[in-house]
Protein backbone atom coordinates (compact mmCIF):
# COMPACT_ATOMS: atom_id res chain seq x y z
CA UNK A 1 0.00 0.00 0.00
CA UNK A 2 1.56 3.33 -1.21
CA UNK A 3 1.59 5.82 2.02
CA UNK A 4 0.17 8.77 -0.71
CA UNK A 5 -3.39 6.64 -1.23
CA UNK A 6 -3.49 6.28 2.63
CA UNK A 7 -3.04 10.00 3.35
CA UNK A 8 -5.99 10.34 0.63
CA UNK A 9 -8.31 8.29 2.18
CA UNK A 10 -7.27 9.48 5.62
CA UNK A 11 -5.89 13.33 5.73
CA UNK A 12 -5.64 12.77 9.44
CA UNK A 13 -2.56 10.69 8.91
CA UNK A 14 -0.93 13.48 7.96
CA UNK A 15 -0.36 14.67 11.94
CA UNK A 16 0.70 10.95 12.90
CA UNK A 17 3.77 11.04 10.24
CA UNK A 18 4.38 14.80 11.73
CA UNK A 19 4.26 13.55 15.17
CA UNK A 20 6.85 10.80 13.92
CA UNK A 21 9.14 13.29 11.95
CA UNK A 22 8.24 11.87 9.03
CA UNK A 23 8.40 14.41 5.85
CA UNK A 24 5.16 14.73 4.27
CA UNK A 25 6.59 14.63 0.83
CA UNK A 26 6.04 10.86 0.96
CA UNK A 27 6.77 10.30 -3.23
CA UNK A 28 5.78 6.99 -4.19
CA UNK A 29 6.84 4.85 -1.65
CA UNK A 30 5.09 2.06 0.63
CA UNK A 31 4.44 2.02 4.00
CA UNK A 32 7.15 -0.91 4.31
CA UNK A 33 9.30 1.72 1.98
CA UNK A 34 8.26 4.89 4.20
CA UNK A 35 9.55 2.26 7.54
CA UNK A 36 12.44 1.36 6.51
CA UNK A 37 13.89 5.02 5.19
CA UNK A 38 12.81 6.23 9.21
CA UNK A 39 14.44 3.33 11.03
CA UNK A 40 10.44 2.55 12.29
CA UNK A 41 9.10 -0.81 12.63
CA UNK A 42 5.90 -1.61 10.18
CA UNK A 43 4.44 -2.88 13.19
CA UNK A 44 4.49 0.17 15.14
CA UNK A 45 3.37 2.57 12.41
CA UNK A 46 0.57 -0.06 11.05
CA UNK A 47 -0.73 -0.15 15.01
CA UNK A 48 -0.56 3.70 14.94
CA UNK A 49 -2.25 4.05 11.71
CA UNK A 50 -5.24 1.76 12.24
CA UNK A 51 -5.96 3.70 15.28
CA UNK A 52 -6.10 6.32 13.62
CA UNK A 53 -8.05 5.06 10.87
CA UNK A 54 -10.61 3.58 13.81
CA UNK A 55 -9.11 -0.33 14.86
CA UNK A 56 -8.23 -1.54 17.51
CA UNK A 57 -4.21 -2.56 17.99
CA UNK A 58 -5.42 -5.90 19.69
CA UNK A 59 -3.85 -8.50 17.88
CA UNK A 60 -0.29 -7.02 16.90
CA UNK A 61 2.69 -8.35 18.04
CA UNK A 62 4.26 -7.19 20.95
CA UNK A 63 5.90 -3.87 20.49
CA UNK A 64 9.67 -3.69 21.08
CA UNK A 65 11.84 -1.98 23.31
CA UNK A 66 12.85 0.49 20.02
CA UNK A 67 9.05 0.60 19.20
CA UNK A 68 8.41 2.00 22.47
CA UNK A 69 10.65 4.79 22.38
CA UNK A 70 9.38 5.88 19.40
CA UNK A 71 5.87 6.30 20.92
CA UNK A 72 7.54 8.46 23.57
CA UNK A 73 9.01 10.64 21.21
CA UNK A 74 5.90 10.61 18.71
CA UNK A 75 3.90 11.50 22.14
CA UNK A 76 6.26 14.42 22.97
CA UNK A 77 6.05 15.75 19.42
CA UNK A 78 2.22 15.93 19.88
CA UNK A 79 2.59 17.79 22.86
CA UNK A 80 4.70 20.25 21.06
CA UNK A 81 1.78 20.40 18.35
CA UNK A 82 -1.11 20.92 21.52
CA UNK A 83 1.85 23.65 23.19
CA UNK A 84 3.00 25.39 20.29
CA UNK A 85 0.41 25.28 17.32
CA UNK A 86 -3.16 24.11 18.01
CA UNK A 87 -3.53 25.77 21.75
CA UNK A 88 -2.50 28.93 20.90
CA UNK A 89 -4.62 29.10 18.00
CA UNK A 90 -7.91 28.46 19.71
CA UNK A 91 -6.78 30.89 22.13
CA UNK A 92 -5.85 33.71 19.47
CA UNK A 93 -9.36 33.10 18.07
CA UNK A 94 -11.14 33.43 21.90
CA UNK A 95 -8.86 36.77 22.30
CA UNK A 96 -10.21 37.87 18.30
CA UNK A 97 -13.74 36.84 19.53
CA UNK A 98 -13.87 38.19 22.95
CA UNK A 99 -12.82 41.39 21.40
CA UNK A 100 -15.31 41.65 18.67
CA UNK A 101 -18.11 41.30 21.37
CA UNK A 102 -16.83 43.08 24.44
CA UNK A 103 -19.20 41.70 26.81
CA UNK A 104 -18.85 40.12 30.40
CA UNK A 105 -20.33 36.68 29.28
CA UNK A 106 -17.21 36.64 26.24
CA UNK A 107 -15.05 37.61 28.71
CA UNK A 108 -16.27 34.67 31.00
CA UNK A 109 -15.41 32.13 28.22
CA UNK A 110 -12.22 33.73 27.42
CA UNK A 111 -11.03 33.31 31.67
CA UNK A 112 -12.43 29.55 31.55
CA UNK A 113 -10.32 28.71 28.21
CA UNK A 114 -7.16 30.61 29.61
CA UNK A 115 -7.81 28.59 32.81
CA UNK A 116 -8.26 25.20 31.25
CA UNK A 117 -5.40 26.55 29.25
CA UNK A 118 -2.82 26.43 32.04
CA UNK A 119 -4.22 23.09 33.45
CA UNK A 120 -3.68 21.58 30.28
CA UNK A 121 0.17 22.96 30.55
CA UNK A 122 0.68 21.24 33.61
CA UNK A 123 -0.48 18.16 32.52
CA UNK A 124 1.64 17.86 29.58
CA UNK A 125 4.82 19.07 31.97
CA UNK A 126 4.00 16.56 34.07
CA UNK A 127 4.21 13.67 31.41
CA UNK A 128 6.90 15.60 29.91
CA UNK A 129 9.03 15.54 32.86
CA UNK A 130 8.31 12.78 35.23
CA UNK A 131 5.87 10.14 33.27
CA UNK A 132 8.10 9.80 30.23
CA UNK A 133 11.12 9.95 31.98
CA UNK A 134 10.12 7.45 33.76
CA UNK A 135 9.22 4.93 30.90
CA UNK A 136 12.77 5.88 29.34
CA UNK A 137 14.38 4.74 32.07
CA UNK A 138 12.21 1.77 32.71
CA UNK A 139 13.31 0.93 28.80
CA UNK A 140 16.81 1.36 29.61
CA UNK A 141 17.22 -2.21 30.32
CA UNK A 142 18.57 -2.99 34.01
CA UNK A 143 18.43 0.35 35.13
CA UNK A 144 14.98 0.68 36.00
CA UNK A 145 15.15 -1.21 39.25
CA UNK A 146 16.51 1.38 41.49
CA UNK A 147 14.47 3.74 40.06
CA UNK A 148 10.93 1.50 40.40
CA UNK A 149 9.03 1.46 43.72
CA UNK A 150 7.86 5.27 43.43
CA UNK A 151 6.38 5.06 40.64
CA UNK A 152 4.65 3.07 37.73
CA UNK A 153 2.78 2.23 34.80
CA UNK A 154 -0.28 1.92 36.75
CA UNK A 155 0.23 5.35 38.19
CA UNK A 156 0.89 6.80 34.57
CA UNK A 157 -2.22 5.72 33.92
CA UNK A 158 -4.59 7.12 36.78
CA UNK A 159 -2.95 10.55 36.02
CA UNK A 160 -5.43 11.07 33.41
CA UNK A 161 -7.00 14.50 33.67
CA UNK A 162 -10.39 15.62 32.55
CA UNK A 163 -8.82 17.78 29.49
CA UNK A 164 -10.85 15.79 27.22
CA UNK A 165 -14.24 16.74 29.44
CA UNK A 166 -13.24 20.67 29.87
CA UNK A 167 -12.80 20.70 26.21
CA UNK A 168 -16.00 18.97 25.88
CA UNK A 169 -17.56 21.78 27.64
CA UNK A 170 -16.03 24.65 26.08
CA UNK A 171 -17.20 23.09 22.76
CA UNK A 172 -20.97 22.56 24.38
CA UNK A 173 -21.17 26.21 25.38
CA UNK A 174 -19.81 27.24 21.99
CA UNK A 175 -22.93 25.08 20.18
CA UNK A 176 -25.38 25.44 22.76
CA UNK A 177 -25.41 28.01 25.17
CA UNK A 178 -23.11 31.26 24.57
CA UNK A 179 -24.86 34.33 23.07
CA UNK A 180 -23.22 35.78 20.58
CA UNK A 181 -24.34 37.30 17.03
CA UNK A 182 -22.98 36.73 13.43
CA UNK A 183 -18.81 36.47 13.39
CA UNK A 184 -19.68 32.84 11.66
CA UNK A 185 -16.05 32.76 9.89
CA UNK A 186 -14.16 33.21 13.03
CA UNK A 187 -16.90 30.83 15.25
CA UNK A 188 -16.18 28.10 12.61
CA UNK A 189 -12.71 28.41 12.87
CA UNK A 190 -13.11 28.10 16.24
CA UNK A 191 -14.90 25.29 16.39
CA UNK A 192 -13.10 23.75 13.42
CA UNK A 193 -9.71 24.49 15.48
CA UNK A 194 -11.65 22.84 18.42
CA UNK A 195 -12.62 19.75 16.65
CA UNK A 196 -9.28 18.86 15.36
CA UNK A 197 -7.50 19.55 18.60
CA UNK A 198 -10.35 16.90 20.13
CA UNK A 199 -9.74 14.57 17.93
CA UNK A 200 -5.68 14.01 18.28
CA UNK A 201 -6.38 14.17 22.10
CA UNK A 202 -8.53 11.08 21.45
CA UNK A 203 -5.82 9.44 19.62
CA UNK A 204 -3.07 10.02 21.86
CA UNK A 205 -5.28 8.65 25.19
CA UNK A 206 -5.53 5.92 22.97
CA UNK A 207 -1.94 5.39 22.41
CA UNK A 208 -1.24 6.14 25.98
CA UNK A 209 -3.43 3.08 26.96
CA UNK A 210 -3.46 0.49 24.19
CA UNK A 211 0.34 1.02 23.39
CA UNK A 212 2.24 2.73 26.23
CA UNK A 213 0.63 1.40 29.31
CA UNK A 214 0.06 -2.17 28.60
CA UNK A 215 3.67 -2.56 27.71
CA UNK A 216 5.39 -0.36 30.85
CA UNK A 217 2.92 -2.64 33.12
CA UNK A 218 4.22 -5.82 30.75
CA UNK A 219 7.87 -4.68 31.20
CA UNK A 220 7.72 -3.96 34.99
CA UNK A 221 6.11 -7.30 35.14
CA UNK A 222 9.43 -8.79 33.75
CA UNK A 223 11.47 -6.93 36.28
CA UNK A 224 9.33 -7.72 38.79
CA UNK A 225 9.78 -3.48 39.91
CA UNK B 1 -16.56 16.84 12.06
CA UNK B 2 -15.25 14.78 14.34
CA UNK B 3 -17.56 12.17 15.78
CA UNK B 4 -15.57 8.80 17.90
CA UNK B 5 -16.50 5.81 15.85
CA UNK B 6 -18.66 3.56 16.80
CA UNK B 7 -17.24 1.06 19.55
CA UNK B 8 -17.60 -2.58 18.53
CA UNK B 9 -16.74 -5.46 21.22
CA UNK B 10 -16.52 -9.05 20.60
CA UNK B 11 -17.19 -11.53 23.12
CA UNK B 12 -16.22 -14.77 21.63
CA UNK B 13 -13.61 -17.53 22.21
CA UNK B 14 -13.20 -18.98 18.75
CA UNK B 15 -10.52 -16.81 16.97
CA UNK B 16 -11.97 -17.98 13.50
CA UNK B 17 -15.59 -16.42 14.39
CA UNK B 18 -13.70 -13.44 15.91
CA UNK B 19 -11.87 -12.35 12.86
CA UNK B 20 -15.28 -13.49 10.59
CA UNK B 21 -17.32 -11.16 12.25
CA UNK B 22 -14.41 -8.40 12.74
CA UNK B 23 -14.09 -8.66 8.90
CA UNK B 24 -17.83 -8.75 8.16
CA UNK B 25 -18.03 -5.44 10.26
CA UNK B 26 -14.88 -3.67 9.47
CA UNK B 27 -15.95 -3.86 5.37
CA UNK B 28 -19.41 -2.52 6.07
CA UNK B 29 -20.30 1.10 5.66
CA UNK B 30 -20.35 1.45 9.86
CA UNK B 31 -17.69 3.69 11.09
CA UNK B 32 -16.78 2.19 13.93
CA UNK B 33 -13.58 0.37 15.94
CA UNK B 34 -13.80 -3.17 16.92
CA UNK B 35 -12.10 -4.39 20.00
CA UNK B 36 -11.92 -8.18 21.40
CA UNK B 37 -12.70 -8.71 24.72
CA UNK B 38 -11.90 -12.39 26.77
CA UNK B 39 -14.36 -12.32 29.74
CA UNK B 40 -16.90 -10.23 30.64
CA UNK B 41 -14.99 -8.08 33.77
CA UNK B 42 -12.81 -7.37 30.83
CA UNK B 43 -15.81 -5.35 29.47
CA UNK B 44 -17.15 -3.74 32.34
CA UNK B 45 -13.36 -2.34 32.51
CA UNK B 46 -12.80 -1.15 29.44
CA UNK B 47 -16.55 0.66 29.64
CA UNK B 48 -15.03 2.87 32.09
CA UNK B 49 -12.66 4.09 29.80
CA UNK B 50 -13.65 3.93 26.19
CA UNK B 51 -17.05 2.60 26.34
CA UNK B 52 -18.72 0.13 23.85
CA UNK B 53 -22.10 0.64 22.36
CA UNK B 54 -22.48 -2.66 20.94
CA UNK B 55 -21.21 -5.85 22.38
CA UNK B 56 -21.29 -9.11 20.19
CA UNK B 57 -21.39 -11.79 22.37
CA UNK B 58 -21.16 -16.07 22.25
CA UNK B 59 -24.43 -16.31 24.99
CA UNK B 60 -22.35 -18.96 26.50
CA UNK B 61 -20.15 -16.38 27.69
CA UNK B 62 -23.05 -15.53 30.01
CA UNK B 63 -23.83 -18.73 31.63
CA UNK B 64 -23.90 -17.93 35.10
CA UNK B 65 -23.17 -14.35 34.96
CA UNK B 66 -26.57 -13.32 34.19
CA UNK B 67 -27.05 -11.24 37.58
CA UNK B 68 -23.71 -9.50 36.16
CA UNK B 69 -25.14 -8.76 32.72
CA UNK B 70 -27.82 -7.62 34.27
CA UNK B 71 -26.34 -4.91 36.27
CA UNK B 72 -24.12 -3.89 33.41
CA UNK B 73 -26.92 -3.22 31.33
CA UNK B 74 -28.58 -1.02 34.00
CA UNK B 75 -25.22 1.45 34.91
CA UNK B 76 -24.56 1.44 31.29
CA UNK B 77 -28.08 1.60 29.29
CA UNK B 78 -26.91 2.48 26.46
CA UNK B 79 -24.55 -0.61 25.80
CA UNK B 80 -26.93 -2.98 23.32
CA UNK B 81 -26.52 -6.54 23.18
CA UNK B 82 -26.11 -8.66 19.84
CA UNK B 83 -25.74 -12.75 20.49
CA UNK B 84 -24.71 -15.09 18.40
CA UNK B 85 -27.09 -17.66 17.91
CA UNK B 86 -25.26 -21.63 17.64
CA UNK B 87 -29.00 -23.00 17.15
CA UNK B 88 -28.86 -24.61 20.95
CA UNK B 89 -30.97 -21.07 22.06
CA UNK B 90 -34.99 -21.78 21.40
CA UNK B 91 -36.24 -18.74 22.52
CA UNK B 92 -34.71 -14.99 22.60
CA UNK B 93 -32.28 -14.76 25.45
CA UNK B 94 -33.60 -12.32 27.84
CA UNK B 95 -30.28 -10.98 27.76
CA UNK B 96 -29.22 -9.57 24.32
CA UNK B 97 -31.66 -7.06 21.84
CA UNK B 98 -31.11 -9.15 19.09
CA UNK B 99 -29.77 -12.14 17.95
CA UNK B 100 -27.92 -13.97 14.71
CA UNK B 101 -26.84 -16.90 13.25
CA UNK B 102 -23.21 -18.04 11.78
CA UNK B 103 -25.14 -19.05 8.43
CA UNK B 104 -26.75 -15.33 8.13
CA UNK B 105 -25.50 -13.24 5.07
CA UNK B 106 -22.80 -10.53 6.40
CA UNK B 107 -25.76 -8.21 4.61
CA UNK B 108 -28.11 -9.58 7.67
CA UNK B 109 -25.81 -8.91 10.24
CA UNK B 110 -24.50 -5.44 9.29
CA UNK B 111 -28.13 -4.62 8.84
CA UNK B 112 -28.80 -5.76 12.71
CA UNK B 113 -25.73 -3.59 14.05
CA UNK B 114 -26.93 -0.65 12.06
CA UNK B 115 -30.39 -1.25 13.63
CA UNK B 116 -29.30 -1.42 17.02
CA UNK B 117 -26.85 1.52 16.84
CA UNK B 118 -29.52 3.66 15.48
CA UNK B 119 -31.95 2.93 18.64
CA UNK B 120 -28.54 3.05 20.85
CA UNK B 121 -28.31 6.65 19.12
CA UNK B 122 -31.82 7.87 19.66
CA UNK B 123 -32.21 6.75 23.31
CA UNK B 124 -28.76 8.86 23.59
CA UNK B 125 -30.69 12.13 21.79
CA UNK B 126 -33.68 11.54 24.03
CA UNK B 127 -31.45 11.74 27.23
CA UNK B 128 -29.75 15.14 25.77
CA UNK B 129 -32.80 16.93 24.53
CA UNK B 130 -34.62 17.01 28.15
CA UNK B 131 -32.25 20.28 28.49
CA UNK B 132 -34.44 22.38 31.17
CA UNK B 133 -33.38 22.06 34.17
CA UNK B 134 -36.13 21.58 37.45
CA UNK B 135 -36.65 24.41 39.57
CA UNK B 136 -34.87 22.17 41.93
CA UNK B 137 -31.92 21.87 40.07
CA UNK B 138 -31.90 25.44 39.30
CA UNK B 139 -31.26 26.75 42.85
CA UNK B 140 -28.94 23.46 43.31
CA UNK B 141 -26.81 25.16 40.18
CA UNK B 142 -27.42 29.06 41.27
CA UNK B 143 -25.73 27.60 44.64
CA UNK B 144 -23.02 26.46 42.49
CA UNK B 145 -22.60 29.60 40.36
CA UNK B 146 -21.85 31.38 43.46
CA UNK B 147 -19.58 29.07 45.12
CA UNK B 148 -21.11 27.46 47.82
CA UNK B 149 -20.12 23.58 48.96
CA UNK B 150 -22.30 20.47 48.70
CA UNK B 151 -22.70 20.64 52.53
CA UNK B 152 -23.53 24.40 52.39
CA UNK B 153 -26.31 24.03 49.73
CA UNK B 154 -27.54 20.94 51.44
CA UNK B 155 -27.76 22.88 55.11
CA UNK B 156 -29.52 25.76 53.26
CA UNK B 157 -32.06 24.13 50.91
CA UNK B 158 -32.57 21.52 53.72
CA UNK B 159 -31.23 18.29 51.89
CA UNK B 160 -28.92 15.94 52.20
CA UNK B 161 -25.56 16.09 50.93
CA UNK B 162 -26.42 12.43 48.90
CA UNK B 163 -29.46 14.40 47.42
CA UNK B 164 -27.42 17.20 46.15
CA UNK B 165 -24.78 15.09 44.37
CA UNK B 166 -27.72 13.78 42.84
CA UNK B 167 -28.97 16.91 41.79
CA UNK B 168 -25.12 17.63 40.34
CA UNK B 169 -25.15 14.81 37.91
CA UNK B 170 -28.83 15.38 36.81
CA UNK B 171 -27.78 18.99 36.02
CA UNK B 172 -24.34 17.83 34.06
CA UNK B 173 -26.58 14.86 32.07
CA UNK B 174 -28.59 17.86 31.13
CA UNK B 175 -26.92 20.38 30.20
CA UNK B 176 -23.64 18.27 29.67
CA UNK B 177 -21.64 20.64 31.04
CA UNK B 178 -19.85 18.99 34.01
CA UNK B 179 -16.60 21.82 35.05
CA UNK B 180 -18.06 24.01 37.39
CA UNK B 181 -16.47 27.07 35.79
CA UNK B 182 -18.56 26.10 32.75
CA UNK B 183 -21.82 26.20 34.69
CA UNK B 184 -21.09 29.13 35.53
CA UNK B 185 -20.79 30.99 32.04
CA UNK B 186 -24.26 27.81 31.45
CA UNK B 187 -26.05 29.66 33.96
CA UNK B 188 -25.57 33.27 32.46
CA UNK B 189 -26.27 32.69 29.00
CA UNK B 190 -29.22 31.14 30.55
CA UNK B 191 -30.16 34.14 32.30
CA UNK B 192 -30.13 31.95 35.48
CA UNK B 193 -28.10 34.16 37.53
CA UNK B 194 -27.15 37.83 36.62
CA UNK B 195 -23.86 38.59 35.02
CA UNK B 196 -23.41 41.47 37.48
CA UNK B 197 -23.54 38.95 40.04
CA UNK B 198 -19.97 37.15 38.93
CA UNK B 199 -16.89 38.38 39.93
CA UNK B 200 -14.81 38.32 37.04
Known sequence: ?225 | MYKPPLHIAIMEPSKIIFEGLQTIICHSPLDCRVSRVERLEELTEMMGHSPVAILIANPMQFVNLEKEVRKLRKVYPTLSIAGIDFGIIHRQSMLTDISFTLYDTPEHIVHSLMKLQEKSQQSEQEKVEEENLSPREIEVLTCLVNGMLNKEIADLLNISVHTVVRHRKNITLKTGIRSQSGLTIYAISKKIVSIEDIEI
Open chain 1, 1 to 225: MKMADLIDANPNLLLMLQHFNIDFRVSDMTVWQLCSRYGISENLLVSIANLYNGFDTKGHQPFTRKDLLQVISFLKNSHDYYRNDKYPQISNYIRELQENHPDREMKLLEKFFNEYFAEVLEHLDYEDSIAFPYFITLLDEGKAVEQGGRYSSKEYGEHHTDIELKLQDLKNLLLKYVNIEGDLDLRRKLLFALYELEFDLYLHSLIEENILIPSGVRIEKEQNV
